[in-house]
């Protein structure tokens, strides 16, 4: 991920950003962001336009997080019928990695 506009390092509204997953190129940018509360994002590229958002709530032993996503364009389509269920395995990949990295504490 790089970040293109915006504020350095932390995340806020309006910061935009280019990654890439499951293969293709996404320019995103950061539509809502609430320090561990909430933080949602778009994806954009030919044949893809998405919706991201992971809600966190507090708990005593930690925090739970829900993340949910919403896509439209011809590429999602295809992707969903050539690999069904990819996006929910990637999505519980990117939990699971959220979750060690925040049991190995601060960086």
């Known amino acids: 991920m790089e970040v293109e506009k915006g504020s350095r390092p932390d995340l806020a509204p309006g910061v935009e ?11 995103s940018k950061v539509l ?6 909430r933080l949602a994002w778009d994806a954009r590229a030919p044949g893809v336009e998405a919706y991201h958002a992971w809600l966190i709530e507090p708990r ?4 739970w997080v829900l993340t949910e996503e919403t896509q ?3 590429l999602t389509r295809l992707g969903a019928l050539l690999m069904p269920n990819k996006m929910h395995r990637v999505h519980q990949m990117w939990l699971e990695r959220l979750q060690a990295m925040a049991l ?3 960086p």
């Open 104 to 106: 190995e504490g601060p």
């Open 17 to 27: 950003f280019h990654w890439k997953t499951n293969g293709v190129s996404l320019r």
């Open 72 to 74: 439209n364009g011809w």
């Open 60 to 63: 005593p032993q930690g925090c």
């Open 32 to 37: 809502e962001f609430v320090p561990c509360e």
